[in-house]
């Protein structure tokens, strides 16, 4: 049976990895929307959403992956993160 600890830490480094990938998305987005606004003198209103709420989807859950990472590093700080 695998231990528990094991499978929380490979679910909340995956985890971390969508948040990057999210962070990465969401900044091509917005300099596609600036290349296109110094380009054409317009973006689209999809790339004028998108990119912020990318970017900040990705940091929220980058940030709680981390905070859940390091707990299950030292587990003595339960008390503390919750």
């Given at each position: 049976m695998p231990n528990p600890i094991e499978?929380?830490?490979e679910h909340w480094?995956?985890?971390?990895?969508e948040?990057?990938?999210?962070?990465k998305?969401?900044?091509?987005?917005g300099a596609?929307?600036?290349g296109s606004l110094a380009l054409l003198?317009?973006?689209?209103?999809?790339?004028?959403?998108v990119a912020p709420a990318m970017v900040?989807?990705?940091v929220l859950?980058?940030?709680?992956?981390?905070?859940?990472?390091?707990?299950?590093?030292?587990?003595?700080?339960?008390d503390e993160l919750q």
């Open positions: 499978l929380n830490w480094t995956s985890q971390k990895k948040g990057d990938g999210h962070i998305f969401g900044v091509g987005v596609f929307g600036a003198g317009a973006t689209c209103p999809l790339c004028f959403f900040g989807i990705g859950k980058r940030r709680k992956a981390l905070q859940k990472l390091d707990q299950l590093a030292d587990p003595r700080r339960d």
